[in-house]
């Protein structure tokens, strides 16, 4: 388990290594994080699972590299170990092909996976003979030899850069100013975690310290008593999306509300393209098939928000029993054509760039897809009001 000082994997720049097999890609990750991280072997497909280490990079912080099973594998698990390269190509923020010095049409697909996606991309070629005038033609190449360590001071300069070029947006946005008062309402139910509190809690409280706000954290019953205290009315309320009925009956008129799922909704996903998925609930019939994907793997608990409460409130809406279908942590289905929703919970350990993956591929298929909170506000009736605090709504 993960020290309640570190930085969570979903909220670190995820750095992600690919080429075909015995390119020297875990080579180059050892090389530029100093310790042998990866598996290092002249034997094809040596690197199978997908392998993550988590490294500070100054001065853009917190990273993820990593380590990607080789594309081409022609041993029996090969096609298995390219369906986890494909998932983490999903995922990367930046994106280093290491390359060879022949042409092949694994860098190509890559290339143009990724220009589709619009990843920064870093070419490397490991092999220490670049030929001259660059690889392939394209001058634009570093040369590492990550035996000596020749080169991967350049490497990492050009991870700085591309990583300085992605845009990086905060959990609150102008939602707060320095010097609000602000109010969180957080229930502390059978899924809260003994002695801890949520993700989405822990690092909106960290954002508004260093927003300079004035907050004050109340479990719901001491909710009127805290606004009780106060000399003016919060500038914002930020509540768990399972009580906002609850919140909105006694709070300010004055006051703005969100809740944590819907801050994490604008943080890594849509929010307008949860607002439309939200929406096409009024549509769904009994029988509707349901797709709920949770970001991380946990153990449910009686009364789960994504696997209880939130297909009851859809299967009420809809006046008939509805079928849901679970998915857990990485997994995403390539096919969604077969569902008529996807729920997405608010994806606070997982990166942005994978919540958008998601969104985007079920665009394409044509497939509404909200966020819990998103849901949850539009079918308790104040979505408008939560919706008031963002500009394009």
Do not use: W
Not at 3 to 24: A, L, V, Y
Not at 59 to 85: F, H, M, N
Not at 210 to 221: N, Q, R, W
Request: some cysteine.
């Amino acid at each position: 388990m993960a020290e309640i000082n570190e930085t969570p994997s979903g909220m670190r720049t995820h750095i992600g290594f690919f080429g075909k097999t015995n390119s020297g890609k875990s080579t180059l990750i050892n090389a530029l994080v100093g310790q042998e991280v990866s598996i290092v072997s002249p034997e094809p497909g040596t690197t199978t699972d997908p392998v993550y280490k988590a490294i500070e990079i100054a001065p853009i912080g917190p990273c993820l590299l990593i380590d990607t099973a080789g594309l081409e594998d022609e041993t029996t698990l090969g096609s298995v170990r390219e369906a986890k390269t494909r998932q983490v190509a999903e995922m990367c923020d930046v994106a280093v092909v290491v390359s060879v010095t022949e042409d092949n049409d694994t860098d190509r697909s890559l290339l143009s996976f990724f220009k589709k996606k619009n990843v920064p991309v870093i070419r490397v070629c490991a092999s220490g003979n670049l030929p001259e005038g660059g690889l392939n033609g394209e001058s634009a190449v570093l040369e590492v030899d990550a035996m000596t360590g020749e080169g991967v001071d350049a490497l990492r300069q050009a991870i700085i850069r591309a990583v300085s070029t992605i845009p990086e947006p905060t959990i609150l946005g102008d939602l707060v100013s320095e010097g609000d008062s602000v109010l969180l309402v957080m229930p502390q139910d059978k899924q809260a975690p003994k002695g801890r509190l949520i993700l989405p809690q822990v690092t909106t409280l960290r954002e508004l310290l260093d927003k300079h706000a004035k907050t004050m954290c109340v479990a719901p019953e001491e909710m009127e008593a805290a606004l009780a205290l106060l000399k003016e009315p919060p500038a914002l309320i930020i509540t768990d999306s399972q009580v906002f009925d609850y919140v909105y009956e006694r709070m300010p008129a004055e006051s703005k509300l969100t809740s944590f799922s819907v801050l994490y909704a604008g943080l890594k996903g849509d929010i307008a393209e949860f607002v439309r998925g939200a929406k096409a609930i009024d549509t769904l019939k009994p029988g509707a098939r349901v797709l709920v994907a949770e970001s991380c793997s946990h153990a449910p608990l009686t009364e789960d928000i994504g696997r209880e409460k939130l297909p009851a409130m859809i299967a009420g809406r809809a006046g008939g029993e509805i079928s849901t279908e679970i998915v857990a942590g990485k997994d995403f289905p390539e096919d969604l054509t077969t569902y008529n929703l996807i729920l997405q919970c608010g994806g606070c350990m997982v990166n942005r760039r994978q919540i958008l993956s998601r969104i985007e591929k079920a665009r394409e298929q044509g497939v509404p897809i909200t966020n819990y909170g998103i849901a949850i506000a539009y079918m308790k009736g104040i979505l408008e009001k939560v919706l008031d605090n963002y500009s394009d709504f």
